[in-house]
Structure formats: C-alpha cells, structure tokens
C-alpha cells in the first residue's frame, strides 16, 4: 500500500505525478460539419418520433372517438382537428430538444458527433434558454440559413442563436483509450 505525505490525497498525488494525463477541455464552438450532421441524426430521430405521432393522432386517436371509422387521411374536427395535429408536432419537436439541452446538454445526434450546449460558464440550460433556442434556430434556419453560416465568421464559431440565447456549443474531447 502506498502511502501519501501528510495533508495530500490520492488524487492530488496522481495530478502531480508526471505520468497523469491531463484531461482535455471542450474546445469553443462546433464546425459547421459536425453541427449539420448532428442535425441529420437528430432529423432521422425525429421523423421516427412524428411518425409514432402522426399514427396515433390520424388513426387510433378518430377511431377512438368516432363512432364509425374516420377515412385514412382525414382528421377529425376538419380545421380545428389539423390546427391540434400541427400544435402537437411542434410541442413534440420542442420537447424533444428540450429534454435532451436541459438534462445534459446533447441530443443524441450531437453525442455522436461529441457536441454539448451549455450556459457559457459551463452549467446546463434552463427550460427559458432552451425554448428560446429553439426558436431562434428555427428563425436562423428559416433565414436561409445565415444564422447557422454566421459560425463561420465568428471568432468563437458560435451562431446566431447561441449568441442570442446565452448558450454555447463546444466541441468535447475524444474520449480517452484505455
């Protein structure tokens, strides 16, 4: 057993040995590849999701209530019937997001592509910033894009929304071998 000097740990022992390996920090900002292509993953996760949606809304939900089948493709209710599918969607694209930014700082496309969101000191989102970010991606995706283009002109490769929402992303190290 190997015994520390007086006042010091184990831990702090292996952080002064030359052999311990310095864990890297997250480097500032996500290159336009890796964020697009988080965005397809989560994309592909996503129209899963709506999928499981639309069946249940389109057909177990109006033959539920209906006393006689409702014809596959038309909601119940006409436009108040769509105006709810749609709300619905949208509550469900928006939950998807904020579930994953609040409750560790990645979807599961951004943990494949080792992506994080986070508050700039390093804490996780609140559900404000996550909704307000969820909405002004939407707007920078909308703008034909620019709000995503305007990392690669910022000097922290942030975009538009992280600015605006008080968020960052941050590229997080490869994970070491063992």
């Known amino acids: 057993m190997r015994a520390f000097p007086k006042g ?9 040995s030359p052999s311990a390996q310095p864990v890297p920090s997250p480097q500032p900002g996500g290159n336009l590849f890796r964020r697009l292509a988080a965005m397809i993953y989560d994309t592909l996760l996503l129209l899963g999701l709506s999928f499981a949606y639309g069946g249940i809304f389109a057909v177990w939900i109006p033959n ?20 709810f599918f749609q709300l619905g969607w949208l509550a469900l694209i928006v939950g998807f997001f904020t579930y994953f ?21 390093g804490g996780s989102l609140t559900y404000t910033q996550c909704l307000l970010r969820c909405a002004l991606a939407f707007l920078s995706m909308a703008a034909v894009g620019l709000g995503y283009l305007w990392c690669l002109i910022d000097r922290e490769r942030q975009t538009a929304h992280d600015r605006l929402s008080g968020t960052e992303t941050v590229t997080l190290p490869k994970p070491a071998k063992q």
């Open 8 to 16: 010091v740990s184990m831990s702090e022992s292996q952080a002064q």
């Open 64 to 83: 539920w209530i209906a006393d006689e089948p409702t014809p596959l493709g038309e909601l119940p209710f006409g436009d108040l019937g769509m105006f």
């Open 101 to 121: 930014w609040h409750r560790g700082g990645q979807t599961l496309g951004m943990r494949a592509w080792r992506l994080r969101i986070q508050q700039p000191g």
